[in-house]
């Protein structure tokens, strides 16, 4: 009996910030989905629109397209970073964390209409290759510049989950893995990479979660015919007043990220545990 009210007395503290979660996240999210399914009787008819006009799943693939592209590229620059930061004095490891931080204390806004600067007709990039003899490079209003704008934005939730989980792995692993025969390069992908991959997975989902519904950058650097999800969803909203069909669109959006998130929580799960059980052989082994 004690022992039952000492479970629920530990849940007690957490009953504001689940009061305030159900009112500002599952009620609005309730109130779409019946929307969604109403016609205004029921009807799965605003979900077989999506799947049949031609324009949502074009949008969809561009999006998740982009969403990936975004994530490969953040992933490719983000983990040589992280990684030097566990390499370096504590020093430099404080200026590289403030430069990872500087988009955080910088307007959305400004950061955008800085690349619209850099990649305007014009600008400096259009003109770096003019210099070199590549002329009609068009980056504005394209899913190409809108993917390096994006890259930019993103790479901080990639570079911080992957230094947390760099930097805690024991190097005396990579110096044992030498001492057996082992290359530099084998060391890495034989023992540094498979205790990394969590921090991977981390920095991945987070980058592709987010970049799936990404709304500013895509608005400002695109166009609506290359649009993405997010600005499918705020045309249907606030031109078509269509909250229906915009229902149905935000309702398989989410229940696409809660797929990819559960099956990252399982394969981070594994990969976590697996770390464990290597880092935590006996030493004289």
Same mark, same amino acid.
Request: proline share 5%.
């Given at each position: 009996?004690?022992?039952? %009210?000492?479970?629920?007395?530990? &849940?007690?503290?957490?009953?504001?910030? #689940?009061?305030?979660?159900?009112?500002? /996240?599952?009620? +609005?999210?309730?109130?779409?989905?019946?929307?969604? @399914?109403?016609?205004?009787? #029921?009807? *799965?008819?605003?979900?077989?629109h999506l799947f049949t006009d031609g324009v949502t799943m074009?949008?969809?693939?561009?999006?998740?397209?982009?969403?990936?592209?975004?994530?490969?590229?953040?992933?490719?620059?983000?983990? +040589?970073?992280?990684?030097?930061?566990?390499?370096?004095?504590?020093?430099?490891?404080?200026?590289?964390?403030?430069?990872?931080?500087?988009?955080?204390?910088?307007? !959305?806004?400004?950061?955008?209409?800085? &690349?619209?600067?850099? *990649?305007?007709?014009?600008? +400096?990039?259009?003109?770096?290759?003019?210099?070199?003899?590549?002329?009609?490079?068009?980056?504005?209003?394209?899913?190409?510049?809108?993917?390096?704008?994006?890259t930019q934005v993103m790479l901080p939730f990639m570079v911080?989950? $992957?230094?947390?989980?760099?930097?805690?792995?024991?190097? %005396?692993? #990579? $110096?044992?893995?030498?001492? $057996?025969?082992?290359?530099?390069?084998?060391?890495? &992908? %034989?023992?540094?990479?498979?205790?990394?991959?969590?921090?991977?997975?981390?920095?991945?989902?987070?980058?592709?979660?987010?970049?799936?519904?990404?709304?500013?950058?895509?608005?400002?650097?695109?166009? +609506?015919?290359?649009?993405?999800?997010?600005?499918? /969803?705020?045309?249907?909203?606030?031109? /078509?007043?269509?909250?229906?069909?915009?229902?149905?669109?935000?309702?398989? @959006?989410?229940?696409?990220? $809660?797929? *990819?998130?559960?099956?990252?929580?399982? !394969?981070?799960?594994? !990969?976590?545990?697996?770390?464990?059980?290597?880092?935590?052989?006996? %030493?004289?082994?």
């Open positions: 009996m004690s022992s039952n %009210k000492i479970r629920w007395s530990s &849940w007690l503290p957490l009953v504001p910030a #689940l009061a305030l979660l159900a009112g500002i /996240l599952l009620v +609005p999210l309730g109130k779409t989905f019946v929307r969604s @399914v109403s016609n205004p009787d #029921l009807t *799965l008819a605003n979900y077989e074009t949008v969809l693939g561009r999006t998740a397209l982009t969403a990936a592209t975004v994530t490969i590229a953040a992933l490719l620059l983000g983990y +040589p970073y992280a990684y030097l930061m566990t390499r370096v004095s504590a020093r430099t490891r404080g200026i590289l964390l403030v430069v990872v931080l500087i988009p955080f204390w910088t307007s !959305v806004m400004a950061r955008n209409f800085a &690349w619209i600067i850099i *990649l305007q007709d014009g600008g +400096p990039v259009q003109s770096a290759f003019e210099a070199v003899g590549i002329d009609d490079v068009v980056l504005y209003g394209t899913t190409a510049g809108v993917t390096i704008a994006m911080l989950p $992957l230094f947390s989980t760099l930097g805690a792995i024991d190097r %005396k692993l #990579l $110096l044992a893995a030498r001492g $057996l025969g082992s290359s530099p390069t084998a060391a890495f &992908w %034989k023992v540094f990479w498979p205790l990394s991959r969590g921090g991977v997975m981390a920095g991945v989902m987070l980058v592709f979660t987010l970049s799936l519904g990404f709304y500013v950058t895509p608005a400002l650097l695109g166009s +609506p015919q290359q649009s993405l999800v997010a600005q499918l /969803l705020a045309q249907r909203t606030t031109l /078509l007043l269509d909250f229906a069909a915009a229902g149905a669109l935000g309702m398989v @959006v989410l229940v696409i990220t $809660l797929v *990819l998130v559960v099956w990252a929580n399982r !394969v981070g799960g594994t !990969v976590s545990a697996i770390g464990v059980v290597a880092t935590s052989q006996p %030493k004289d082994r």
